[in-house]
């Protein structure tokens, strides 16, 4: 029950007063190295200098999971890249549970499912597959085999009663296959996350047009059908303003990510959400993650506003309204209280 009432609390104050909430959860990306080639992810690309693809040192990462911990963040993501192949993972993980913060990964599942590294003793895990069958998945993977391990990361995870859900990246190539994807997870038994592809994000260069290219007919199907399925962790608003982004195109709106969550890249740089056009600090040894927030107050209270027009065009899974705040809390509240009666 304090659960609850701590949600409730915590979603009135972001609905009336934003200011006045501090973000619960980051994702630190620990490395941007990966051994998949993924056509939406541009780790793989010459941009991608010896230089930029440099992992942050475990003391550093110690030291941003530290910082965080003081601030009052309550869980954090380790992310890349894959993180796997970071042989001081296990290292990272138990910081964060020493910390007293619950900690996940997100993984393309590889390694684990292949049994070539410890399964992680983590909280929760996030498994990247990207389409309904193995060769939708493969061919946007680019790894002959990579389904049958991703599903196996997923059955080793609920065999320990770890928490698992799904992401599927939204694009041209998959996006047919989303209804039948809810019907894969009913079948593995959890939740699924579909994140629109995002073309144009700070930390890498714009990548092809031709990856959101939407018949929108179509697409407004699929969501529908995703509504409706009961495994979708994105919120109906959420998922409404990706079609209206589809269709219309821009448009302002007043985003709450930046009190939801934060981002910490590889070299420090830290963003207010997933998909923001710039960092708002460098979270270096030394530096007071509590000062770079400060620093940045003006700014998400223009996001906040809707006076931040990069915010305008995106459809990013970070996306957080009030009208999300009220069709995803409001239900989760709903299920929990019925659950205690």
């Keep these: ?28 990306v620990v490395t941007v190295n990966c051994n998949f080639t993924c056509q939406t992810c541009t780790f793989s690309w010459p941009y991608w200098t010896p230089e930029r693809k440099k992992d942050p040192s475990l003391e550093l990462v110690k030291y941003w999971i530290s910082e965080l911990a003081e601030f009052g963040i309550k869980e954090i993501e380790i992310g890349g890249g894959e993180v796997t192949l970071r042989r001081d993972l296990g290292e990272m993980i138990a910081e964060v549970q020493r910390k007293g913060m619950t900690c996940g990964i997100t993984t393309n599942g590889w390694l684990i499912g292949g049994g070539q ?13 990207d389409g309904a069958k193995p060769e939708t998945h493969e061919k946007i993977r680019k790894m002959p085999g990579s389904f049958e391990r991703a599903i196996k990361t997923i059955e080793m995870a609920k065999e320990r009663g770890i928490k698992v859900h799904l992401n599927f990246v939204v694009q041209s190539d998959n996006y047919l296959e989303m209804a039948d994807y809810c019907n894969l997870a009913k079948k593995l038994g959890v939740l699924a996350s579909f994140i629109p592809v995002s073309l144009d994000l700070d930390a890498q260069p714009h990548m092809p047009e031709r990856l959101n290219q939407f018949d929108v007919r179509l697409l407004k199907e699929q969501i529908q059908k995703i509504k409706e399925s009961g495994v979708a962790m994105n919120s109906a608003a959420a998922l409404e303003n990706f079609i209206s982004r ?20 590889n070299h420090g740089q830290v963003y207010p959400c997933g998909a923001f056009d710039k960092p708002v600090g460098d979270l270096v040894l030394g530096k007071k993650f509590k000062d770079i927030w400060r620093e940045y107050r003006g700014l998400r209270q223009q996001v906040a506003s809707g006076k931040y027009s990069f915010c305008d065009k995106c459809t ?4 957080s309204n009030r009208q999300t705040l009220l069709t995803s809390v ?4 709903k299920r929990r209280f019925l659950k205690q009666a």
């Excluded at 410890?118 to 929760?124: I, N, T």
């Excluded at 821009?250 to 709450?256: D, I, N, R, T, Y």
């Design 1 to 28: 029950m304090l659960d609850v009432i701590k949600k409730a609390k915590r979603a009135t104050s972001m609905y009336i007063n934003p200011e006045s909430c501090k973000p619960v959860s980051a994702r630190l």
């Design 117 to 129: 590294v410890p399964f992680p003793k983590v909280d929760s895990m996030e498994v990247s597959i």
């Design 246 to 265: 589809t269709e219309r195109g821009s448009a302002p709106q007043k985003c709450l990510a930046p009190y939801r969550c934060i981002l910490v890249f």
């Design 316 to 319: 990013y899974g970070d996306l």
């Design 330 to 333: 409001l239900p989760y509240l």
